[in-house]
């Protein structure tokens, strides 16, 4: 941020536009503020939040102005007429939250960033603690230039990383709960010492699903191929998908027998437990239950940041751009279902998800501490951690061995319908067609991980092509082959949405 400042300074000195994107503009409070105290009312937020009217406010006056603006925004912003744009800086690039992918247009906030900055003869400054896999080999191919920072802002250390293996925990009777003994000691002497301790599991709610233990019935949602995540709280099942809910249900509608158990665990549950193992500490909950507002996140963040409590218990919300003084101690409870995603990015949005949650510790004059409980402590994401440059060699190498980005270019198929067996038919004739256009290159017809939507059936299909290869070429193929299915009538009604670059 001292280096964004310094960068910013100098372009509105010389009367030049800045535009500095972040992924998420609800989660930069305090971000807006540092900014606002430095450059003043030459700060202007914009995001989706705002009224139409301020939005419209802002529009104008940014045509208008002959220069000197500083735009902090979501990437939204990059559509905003900043005519004397002189700099783009892109935070926390790597970010998953850049990528529209609903609705149209379906863009990447960081690569339309970089264009707009090369349309306008502007410099772009990406930054993060954690590169995406592609922009480390823009940096390897000599395309970006590369600046490593060796050290923390005052000198502080990095955090020390401890692995706590939740197997060899539950063996000798050493886990609580949620947790493991390591974890419940470090959390009794950072509160007998005053400080403060952030715990990470990465599910929002009380429950992922309820399971009844004599017959396997679990509810689940009747609109969405999913199970419905209890909120205890709200007495509510919830679909995190189109947000169907009806009441928790207590005893089983199949076998009518049993009582149904809550199985794996959420913010909330943690929120439970850490109170009830710790009841002289004071606990906060910050995930997408209880940050509905701006508001109401920033009074969750205010009240922590001013030691107002002593544990913060939060989804991958508390890993984005915050800064507390106190916090000396991260717990990630659950370190193995990071991995567990059939998704060739699960490595490494694991690896950076946990690095960005580790530097959340130890910000000042005390050296932090993160300890990740898993029943995988040989896998070598947990190895590598700390070791940007080992990681994503590994990475790089594998993604070039299976053909996936940086090394090609992928293009998601979804085709959606409420008719299952047209669905079908429509999706292994597309899959047929395109095959014989690109041969290798295509992948499936296949069902996604959850295969209906809100009443819609869903099937992907996947093009690769090289980055060698014209792209355009390939782009008028795929229009071709989609124009020639819907020619059969019986297709015309199959929804069909081609996602470039998936996140």
Known sequence: TEIYMTLIAEVLARGGDVLYLVPEIALSSQLIERLEMVFGSRVTAYHSKLS?????????????????????????????????????????????????????????????????????????????????????????????????????????????????????????????????KLLLDAIAERLERGEQVILFQNRRGYSPYMECPTCGFSARCPHCNVTLSVHQQRGRMVCHYCGYNEPIQRFCPNCKTSELKPMGFGTERVEEAISELFPEARVLRLDGDTATSGTAYNRIIGAFARHEADILVGTQIVSKGLDFAGVTLIGILNGDNL?????????????????????????????????????????????????????ASKLLAERKQFRYPPFVRIVKILMRSNDKDNLVKSSLQLGEQLRNRFGGRVLGPVAPLIDRVRGEYRVELMLKVEVEASFSRARAILREEIARLREDKTYRNIAIICDVDIL
């Open 52 to 180: 139409v009217r301020r939005r419209s406010e802002g529009f104008l006056r940014l045509a208008a102005s002959d220069g000197g603006e500083l735009v902090i925004g979501a990437r939204s912003a990059l559509f905003l007429p900043l005519r004397h744009l002189q700099l783009v800086i892109v935070d926390e690039e790597h970010d998953s939250s850049y990528k529209q992918s609903e609705p149209n247009p379906r863009y990447n906030g960081r690569d339309t960033a970089i264009m707009l900055a090369a349309l306008s003869g502007a410099k772009a400054v990406l930054g993060s603690a954690t590169p995406s896999l592609e922009s480390y080999a823009n940096h390897l191919s000599g395309k970006y230039a590369y600046t490593h920072l060796t050290e923390r802002y005052g000198g502080v250390e990095l955090p020390e990383i401890v692995i706590s293996d939740t197997t060899r925990s539950v063996k000798r009777n050493e886990r609580k709960r949620h947790f493991n």
């Open 339 to 391: 991995l567990a995603s059939p998704d060739f990015r699960a490595e490494e949005r694991a690896w950076q998800l946990i690095m960005q949650v580790a530097g959340r510790a130890g910000r000042r004059n005390k050296r932090g501490e993160v300890i990740i409980q898993t029943a995988e402590p040989q896998h070598s994401v947990y190895a590598m951690v700390g070791d940007y440059e080992q990681v």
